[in-house]
T-cell receptor
Framework: EDQVTQSPEALRLQEGESSSLNCSYT??????LFWYRQDPGKGPEFLFT???AGEEKEKERLKATLTKKESFLHITAPKPEDSATYLC????????????FGKGTKLTVNP | ETGVTQTPRHLVMGMTNKKSLKCEQH?????MYWYKQSAKKPLELMFV???????ENNSVPSRFSPECPNSSHLFLHLHTLQPEDSALYLC?????????????FGPGTRLTVL
């Protein structure tokens, strides 16, 4: 069974304090790994798609990396507006469009 | 309108009511999805439609009935719901998945069942 585990569950940072969020996964052949940001009461906002080990993508203060067993979302010099829940999801090969999500990491950045 | 829109944004209903959630995507995508998000739980896939045909039903109770009249519109008909069905219901869409598997989400409908 495909599984996604995100850690930590919650993370508090001071503005400017860089850190990383972890997404560990088990899947029967990875088609893609996805990172989303979700603000309270809103739908997930797409951030990155990663397809193969070694791939990296960047957007402003965020950088996502992928290995064969996990993905990291690195946050460099975060700002209070980066506060949100970050969700990781995987999609397995084999024809199904199903995304399997982790429970998310709630990030709070204090000014 | 751009992206994926959902109406209503909030819904309160009794256990004997019948209501419908609506989703519309303005991205030219071919696949549409319903997800349920409950507190402290990961997003759960409910249904998948690809080119208007249902391709997945993730063991969802029959009190939830999806309808996809075309590739741009998706409905979720609700009847005889239970209080434990209270959750955020999210719609998503994606392009032909042979080239891009990314799913884009709407803002969700917050459902409360009394």
């Amino acid at each position: 069974e495909d599984q996604v585990t995100q850690s930590p569950e919650a993370l508090r940072l001071q503005e400017g304090e860089s850190s990383s969020l972890n997404c560990s996964y088990t899947v029967s052949g990875l088609r893609g790994l996805f990172w989303y940001r979700q603000d309270p009461g809103k739908g997930p906002e797409f951030l990155f798609t990663l397809y193969s080990a070694g791939e990296e993508k960047e957007k402003e203060r965020l950088k996502a990396t992928l290995t064969k067993k996990e993905s990291f979302l690195h946050i460099t010099a975060p700002k209070p507006e980066d506060s949100a829940t970050y969700l990781c999801a995987v999609q397995a090969q084999g024809g199904s469009e199903k995304l399997v999500f982790g429970k998310g990491t709630k990030l709070t950045v204090n000014p | 309108e751009t992206g994926v829109t959902q109406t209503p944004r909030h819904l309160v209903m009794g256990m004997t009511n019948k209501k419908s959630l609506k989703c519309e995507q303005h991205l030219g995508h071919n696949a549409m999805y319903w997800y349920k998000q409950s507190a402290k739980k990961p997003l759960e896939l409910m249904f998948v439609y690809n080119f208007k045909e249902q391709t997945e039903n993730n063991s969802v109770p029959s009190r939830f009935s999806p309808e996809c009249p075309n590739s741009s519109h998706l409905f979720l008909h609700l009847h005889t719901l239970q209080p434990e069905d209270s959750a955020l219901y999210l719609c998503a869409s994606s392009q032909d998945y042979s080239t891009d598997y990314t799913q884009y989400f709407g803002p969700g409908t917050r459902l409360t069942v009394l």
